[in-house]
């Protein structure tokens, strides 16, 4: 029996689903590397060798790194771990803000 999925016929609205979840596995396991402080040292030294480590699509990687959550989203990232991220993250500084 097919889901009916018609939710996605919401124009601007992203679910996340079980696809989403699929699609965004390895970009919400990224975001939960950052709970530790060594993890966060190394994606401050470099964000893209870091990024580069995880098995990301080039385009949830290209989201991470032009800060548009909205992509990352779209690319299966979980609100909540974005969220966290984009909380911690706010511009393009080379500080990792305090907790």
């Known amino acids: 029996m097919a889901l009916d999925k018609t939710y996605r016929l919401v124009p601007g609205t992203t679910i996340f689903d079980a696809e989403q979840s699929a699609k965004g596995y390895h970009l919400n396991q990224f975001c939960m590397s950052l709970m530790t402080a060594e993890n966060r040292a190394a994606y401050l030294a470099d964000e893209r060798a870091y990024l580069d480590a995880w098995p990301l699509r080039e385009e949830q990687k290209r989201a991470l790194l032009d800060r548009d959550l909205n992509a990352a989203?779209?690319?299966?990232g979980n609100i909540y771990f974005l969220a966290k991220w984009g909380a911690r993250w706010a511009s393009r500084s080379s500080r990792w803000p305090a907790p």
């Open 73 to 76: 989203m779209r690319e299966g």
